[in-house]
């Protein structure tokens, strides 16, 4: 049982589960909206996400990591080799990738790129405090969704338009705007979960300004808009119920592991794995 957990813990610290979940979202576009894998895209995807979130650990490194009253930073700045090293593979991979993908595509890279790293950079100053996007009130989530719904989504189909692919584009457009609900949905019980964390760094994120109860209501009814427009969407049977049944396990993950231990660290990280759930389900109906 401790191996596991320490596996679990190297995961969720190294940032591969949260890259290996942007792959799997990015490689479920595809399969939405029909179309061939372009491994040199989920290449980007995938280290691209990774690096950005390395960089953000980076960025808020403590005087003292080894005093911090978070398991998460004393961890990381522990092992920052290990932080370096998966960035300079990353950076590696994804060099390589960026040589095969259209140029069009690099430009929305590098867009997306630039509206992540404003939320940490210090561009301007709120209420007479230096800092970025992540100072204004409420904005943390929808900041997240979005930057992961335009990469996700965004980055494939710009690549398919720029290979000069036909492309259904009312479902893209639909799968967007339906992916930011669905990361509106994974992300806020972190949120919840940071609660103390954000008030340390004076951030004001929606649980903060609702209140906790508030905030895990909310959650419950963003999975249920998430499964209206599932319902209503343009998609095949078959995908409608690998992204229901998703949810299913969302909510189960809620009720019975997240929200009774909020506290707890560690459980909320169930929904970084719905994101990779959501593919393997999806594919596996597919090809059943």
Known sequence: MRVAKNVYYFFIFSNLLIGSAA??????????????????????????????????????????PHEAPYLRTRWVFKNEWLLWTNSILASILLAYALMEV?????????????????????????NGVRGGLRQLPGLKLFHIAIIWSLSSVGLPVVQLWAEGDSMDWYAANYL?????????????????????????????????????????RLCYTLVLVHSILVLCSPYEGYIKIGLLITNLFIV??????????????????????????????CSLILYL
């Open 23 to 64: 792959y799997m979202q990015c490689a479920l576009t595809y399969i939405i909206l029909n179309k061939p894998y372009n491994p040199h895209i989920l290449m980007v995807e995938g280290t691209a996400t990774l690096l950005l979130y390395n960089f953000s650990l980076l960025l808020s490194k403590p005087k003292h």
């Open 176 to 216: 967007g705007v339906t992916k930011v609900i669905f990361l509106l949905l994974c992300t806020l019980p972190f949120d919840i979960r940071d609660m103390r964390q954000d008030s340390y760094y004076h951030l004001k994120t929606i649980p903060n300004l609702l209140g906790e109860k508030k905030s895990i």
């Open 102 to 126: 259209h140029l069009y595509t690099i430009f929305f890279l590098a867009g997306i790129g630039l509206l992540s790293l404003s939320y940490a950079l210090p561009l301007f100053k709120v």
């Open 252 to 281: 189960l993950a809620m009720r019975f592991m997240i929200f009774p231990h909020i506290k707890q660290f560690h459980h909320v990280y169930l929904l970084d794995m719905a994101l990779i759930i959501q593919f393997l389900i």
